[in-house]
């Protein structure tokens, strides 16, 4: 259950059963396998319980009556059972292990399309650390519940309850010993289930949190270097492992709780028969070869009882990784295709129309957008100015639909778009954000995110409109070098370069830039934009400035204030005629000639 924030609501939980039984999707594809292998197993251990009857026929048989002539065919007989035992517990793994495996690619493959499904808020508002440890350690926790606990809480079961019936064949008395003290075994286990699955819950979530402070750390390592802060994170990691650990020792608390009723009460059970059955004995109402059975069965059913605790427990906390995981996978994506999308016309032209637009983020009252207007006109580039926190960056996400708008319009050639296809869409719209991100991949992969099929010589194109092939063909490998992860190998403004080729190499109609050219200096940047006018003629350009340089290579300047466009118009009339236009200039590092 997700709450209106979108993190996990804990105010309601489903039964352990139903929570499992949401993976039957998952399991129907290989569900003649899984039976395949309970049915292994069961015969498996069927065939192990069946050896005490042969030993019974050994001793009131051949020992008894002193006639060893059929004593090597029973004792083959046994024999016989343990290889079928041991074979068949051989075909139950084979059975299982590419099943399991298969189920659980299966659901780290839909968790991962179902993250790239949902929108950026949602994003937002979940810590990277949960939603791995959901992707891994949830997912490997479910994969092993299928692959044995599942089976085995079924086997064990039908094997119980057939060594009871095979007891109370065997000698009544013992057979009602051990049923007797199964009950209170299968009380204490279902009593323990509840308060250890809402302990394994608390720990997998705990866990979660220790995985976004490590991986916080990693990412972020430069920073707490320079600042002296990893003794700060090293005490915040402690704390939480300290609180890790003592979750997990509550489930060993628990665990060793029911343990001990688990080693007891057969024991308790074992001293029962032997009384009994050495009284029938010596009254003449039991064999020495039956009592033998029947203490060689509750033995053999010894470990199916015992299980049944700890098997509860692994169930319980496959439900909670389950729960888990439908967590994410439950949350809607709010930003989709239409279920008519319109076509765009051919060829896309670029003209952005934002019409009395609105926004707010979810769980707020206020709007960062109050009915803005706007229109870009195709093949002109707008400077987006504005103080921080005018919602520059936001009105930047709703042109490719990284979020929607609450109210009003934003068109793009005429349409709506939220009445395109996100893949339409994206494909004339490109982005380049003021925070560059570089994958653990080569330079060709990092740039041809940005396209589709696209070739070196594309590539090479969008390199020298962002001024980088120079210091791409200087590495290593030139395209073919990896760089390291967040490209943090690359300088500031190596890596916005890269980003920014990454923008045009598709040849966007749209380009909505979000400042990425904050770490070029002033000559780079030029000879940058430059290229830009010159390579991509006719490309309509949404560019969050923040410098000087690049509102003066602006067709027009946009002011964004309290919501809504303030004013509008070419650089040197705002400058002449609108106040606060000229004093938000006269905050940046200006140039004279800016300021003329």
């Known amino acids: 259950m997700l709450s209106e924030s979108g993190e996990p609501s804990t105010v309601h939980r489903e039964s352990t059963l139903a929570t499992l039984w949401r993976?039957?999707?998952?399991?129907?594809?290989?569900?003649?396998?899984?039976?395949?292998?309970?049915?292994?197993?069961?015969?498996?251990?069927?065939?192990?319980?069946?050896?005490?009857?042969?030993?019974?026929?050994?001793?009131?048989?051949?020992?008894?009556?002193?006639?060893?002539?059929?004593?090597?065919?029973?004792?083959?007989?046994?024999?016989?059972?343990?290889?079928?035992?041991a074979g068949l517990f051989w075909v139950r793994r084979r059975l299982l292990?590419?099943?399991?495996?298969?189920?659980?690619?299966?659901?780290?493959?839909?968790?991962?399309?179902?993250?790239?499904?949902?929108?950026?808020?949602?994003?937002?508002?979940?810590?990277?650390?949960?939603?791995?440890?959901r992707a891994v350690t949830d997912l490997s926790t479910i994969r092993r519940f299928v692959a044995f606990s599942m089976t085995f809480l079924v086997v064990n079961s039908l094997l119980v309850l057939a060594g009871l019936g095979l007891l109370f064949w065997l000698a009544p008395p013992l057979g009602a010993v051990l049923a007797v003290m199964s009950v209170p075994l299968v009380l204490l286990a279902l009593l323990y289930e509840v308060r250890y699955r809402a302990a394994a819950r608390a720990a997998q979530d705990q866990s979660g949190d220790v995985a976004t402070t490590v991986e916080e750390s990693v990412l972020g390592i430069r920073v707490l270097k320079a600042f002296g802060r990893g003794p700060h994170l090293a005490r915040r990691f402690s704390e939480q492992a300290r609180v890790l650990r003592g979750l997990e020792l509550r489930k060993v608390r628990l665990l060793a709780a029911i343990w001990t009723a688990i080693i007891v009460l057969p024991e308790l059970t074992l001293a029962a028969q032997l009384a009994l059955g050495g009284y029938a004995i010596a009254n003449g109402t039991m064999t020495v070869g039956t009592l033998v059975a029947a203490v060689a069965i509750a033995a053999y059913l010894r470990w199916p009882i015992d299980s049944i605790g700890w098997l509860l427990a692994d169930a319980n906390t496959a439900a909670a990784?389950?729960?888990?995981?439908?967590?994410?996978?439950?949350?809607?994506?709010?930003?989709?295709?239409?279920?008519?999308?319109?076509?765009?016309?051919?060829?896309?032209?670029?003209?952005?129309?934002?019409?009395?637009?609105?926004?707010?983020?979810?769980?707020?009252?206020?709007?960062?957008?109050?009915?803005?207007?706007?229109?870009?006109?195709?093949?002109?580039?707008v400077a987006l100015v504005g103080t921080t926190g005018s919602g520059k960056t936001t009105l930047t996400t709703l042109v490719p639909r990284l979020d929607d708008v609450t109210?009003?319009?934003?068109?793009?050639?005429?349409?709506?778009?939220?009445?395109?296809?996100?893949?339409?869409?994206?494909?004339?719209?490109?982005?380049?954000?003021?925070?560059?991100?570089?994958?653990?991949?080569?330079?060709?992969?990092?740039?041809?995110?940005?396209?589709?099929?696209?070739?070196?010589?594309?590539?090479?194109?969008?390199?020298?409109?962002?001024?980088?092939?120079?210091?791409?063909?200087?590495?290593?490998?030139?395209?073919?070098?990896?760089?390291?992860?967040?490209?943090?190998?690359?300088?500031?403004?190596?890596?916005?370069?890269?980003?920014?080729?990454?923008?045009?190499?598709?040849?966007?109609?749209?380009?909505?830039l979000d400042d990425p050219l904050s770490a070029l200096d002033v000559h780079t940047e030029a000879e940058v934009e430059a290229a830009l006018r010159r390579v991509l003629s006719g490309v309509t350009a949404l560019v969050v400035a923040h410098r000087p340089s690049t509102v003066a290579l602006a067709d027009r300047v946009a002011l964004l204030s309290e919501g809504r466009i303030a004013a509008i118009g070419e650089h040197h009339e705002l400058l002449r005629d609108n106040a606060e236009y000229r004093h938000l200039l006269s905050t940046m590092d200006t140039p004279e000639e800016v300021m003329a």
């Open 407 to 512: 109210g009003g319009r934003l068109l793009v050639d005429g349409v709506d778009v939220r009445d395109l296809a996100l893949a339409d869409l994206r494909r004339v719209v490109a982005t380049a954000f003021e925070e560059p991100l570089l994958f653990s991949a080569s330079v060709r992969e990092n740039v041809a995110l940005g396209g589709i099929d696209v070739s070196d010589d594309e590539v090479r194109a969008a390199l020298r409109v962002a001024h980088a092939e120079e210091f791409v063909d200087a590495l290593p490998w030139g395209l073919s070098t990896r760089i390291g992860e967040q490209g943090l190998s690359l300088s500031g403004g190596q890596r916005q370069r890269l980003a920014l080729a990454r923008a045009v190499v598709g040849r966007p109609a749209v380009l909505v």
């Open 23 to 85: 993976l039957g999707p998952y399991l129907r594809p290989v569900r003649a396998v899984i039976v395949g292998a309970g049915l292994s197993a069961l015969i498996a251990q069927l065939a192990g319980l069946s050896v005490p009857l042969v030993v019974q026929r050994i001793i009131d048989g051949p020992l008894a009556e002193r006639d060893l002539s059929t004593l090597p065919l029973l004792v083959l007989g046994v024999l016989a059972l343990g290889v079928l035992e």
């Open 321 to 381: 990784a389950c729960e888990r995981y439908w967590e994410v996978r439950d949350a809607r994506p709010t930003v989709v295709d239409p279920p008519r999308p319109r076509p765009l016309p051919e060829p896309a032209r670029g003209h952005v129309r934002f019409e009395d637009v609105r926004f707010a983020y979810p769980g707020s009252d206020s709007e960062v957008l109050r009915g803005l207007d706007l229109e870009i006109r195709p093949g002109e580039t």
């Open 97 to 133: 292990a590419g099943a399991t495996t298969g189920v659980e690619k299966r659901m780290r493959h839909d968790l991962y399309a179902h993250l790239q499904r949902l929108s950026v808020g949602f994003h937002d508002r979940w810590q990277s650390g949960q939603l791995l440890s």
